[in-house]
C-alpha cells in the first residue's frame, strides 16, 4: 500500500522569507511524487514531480523540491514567499512498480503567507 | 482551450435520492479518476478508470457507481446507500506519463 504524510496542517511564513512545506511517503516500489496547490473553491494544479534523475525538482512559480530516498521526504521548498502564495499545498504519490496510475494525496497543508 | 469540465459547481438534494455528477474531458486521456475531498482529510480515490468500458474501485468506492462508455467522459453517479455524501467531489484525467489535470470540482450537499 502507498501513502503519503503531510505532518503540518498549516505553515506561516512572512512575504520574502524561504518557505518549506514538508512531506513523507511510503511506498513498497519506486516512487513517483508530485506537488499540487489548490485555491478556494478549485480543482488542484500540478507545480512539478520526481521520477528520477536529480533529487533537486524545479517547478511552476518559483518552487522546487527537494526528493530524499533516504529520509523518504519530498519536502516543497520556495527561496522567496509571496503573498500570493497563500493556498492549500498537496504532496501525492503513485508507486512506479504497479501498474495502478492514479495518486495517493496526503491530507494537504495550508500555507498562509503574511505581507 | 483543452481541459476537464465538471458539472454542475453547485448540486443539492433531498437524502435518499441518486445524483449523478458530470466530467468531459477533451485532452485525449485514456486514464480519468473521481476523487472525494473532505475538509482535514485531503483527497480519497473513488474510482478510476485507465481505459475505456474499464475501471476499478478506488479506497472509497462504497456507494458510488460510475460508467466509461466514452474516452471523455466518466460520469459519477452517488446513490442513496453512501452515507455522507456532502462532499467536494474532483475529477481528473492522465495521459500517458503526465500528470494528473483536475477539473474545478462539483460540491454536493445532500440534506
Known amino acids: 500500500a502507498q501513502s503519503v504524510a503531510q505532518p503540518e496542517d498549516q505553515v506561516n511564513v512572512a512575504e520574502g522569507n524561504p518557505l518549506t512545506v514538508k512531506c513523507t511517503y511510503s511506498v513498497s516500489g519506486n516512487p513517483y511524487l508530485f506537488w499540487y496547490v489548490q485555491y478556494p473553491n478549485r480543482g488542484l494544479q500540478f507545480l512539478l514531480k520526481?521520477?528520477?534523475?536529480?533529487?533537486l525538482v524545479k517547478g511552476s512559480y518559483g518552487f522546487e523540491a527537494e526528493f530524499n530516498k533516504s529520509q523518504t521526504s519530498f519536502h516543497l521548498k520556495k527561496p522567496s514567499a509571496l503573498v500570493s502564495d497563500s493556498a492549500l499545498y498537496f504532496c501525492a504519490v503513485r508507486d512506479l512498480d504497479t501498474g495502478r496510475r492514479a495518486l495517493t494525496f496526503g491530507s494537504g497543508t495550508r500555507l498562509q503567507v503574511q505581507p | 482551450d483543452g481541459g476537464i469540465t465538471q458539472s454542475p459547481k453547485y448540486l443539492f438534494r433531498k437524502e435518499g435520492q441518486n445524483v449523478t455528477l458530470s466530467c468531459e474531458q477533451n485532452?485525449?486521456?485514456?486514464?480519468m479518476y473521481w476523487y472525494r475531498q473532505d475538509p482535514g482529510q485531503g483527497l480519497r480515490l473513488i474510482y478510476y478508470?485507465?481505459?475505456?468500458?474499464?475501471?476499478q474501485k478506488g479506497d472509497i468506492a462504497e456507494g458510488y457507481s460510475v460508467s466509461r462508455e466514452k474516452k471523455e467522459s466518466f460520469p459519477l453517479t452517488v446513490t442513496s446507500a453512501q452515507k455522507n455524501p456532502t462532499a467536494f467531489y474532483l475529477c481528473a484525467s492522465s495521459g500517458s506519463g503526465s500528470p494528473l489535470h483536475f477539473g474545478n470540482g462539483t460540491r454536493l450537499t445532500v440534506t
Open positions: 478508470s485507465q481505459i475505456v468500458n474499464d475501471f
Open positions: 520526481y521520477i528520477t534523475g536529480d533529487n
Open positions: 485532452l485525449n486521456h485514456d486514464a
